[in-house]
């Protein structure tokens, strides 16, 4: 999905469901936010990511939680925290918790992080590709109560 069609989806889903997005913090994230999660991750972040980080940020968007790159306020997790905490696997960079210490996120190779999203279990080494790219798994997840 390219950022028109999402940014368009976003405006359509505002109009129908007003209240899918009506607590969405929108912590968006700098240019040195994402930076500085380069660097620290070691890796290099999706393109379509970054522009939804930047655009739209992180905090409750619809039926997903998106972890700001960093946080707001004490208290509040995100990115850079919980890789060094060490909450998901190697080569992993989760973006969004599922709520029962699983994870949605990209697989890291090459010291880049792949544009498909994929799940992360919590008490298992497997991880799943779920969808095709970031924004393709925010429509179908984020905006769709399924």
């Known amino acids: 999905m390219d950022t028109a069609s999402f940014a368009s989806l976003v405006t359509q889903v505002r109009a129908e469901h007003p209240r899918w997005l009506d607590l969405f913090e929108g912590w968006v994230a700098s240019d040195e936010d994402v930076a500085l999660a380069n660097t ?3 890796t290099q972040l999706p393109d ?3 522009w939804f980080i930047q655009n739209y940020g992180g ?3 619809g039926f997903v939680e998106i972890l ?4 707001p306020e004490p208290g509040i997790d995100d990115l850079l925290q919980t890789h060094q905490e060490g909450y998901t696997p190697s080569d992993f960079v989760a973006i969004a918790p599922v709520g029962t210490g699983d994870w949605w996120g990209f697989t890291i190779k090459g010291g880049r992080c792949m544009k498909e999203v994929h799940f992360a279990y919590h008490d298992a080494p497997d991880i799943e590709l779920q969808h095709s790219d970031f924004l393709e798994f925010l429509a179908c997840t984020a905006l769709n109560p399924r």
Do not use: D, Q
């Open 48 to 50: 379509e990511y970054v």
């Open 68 to 71: 700001p790159i960093v946080a």
């Open 59 to 61: 905090g409750a968007f």
């Open 40 to 42: 620290t991750l070691g």
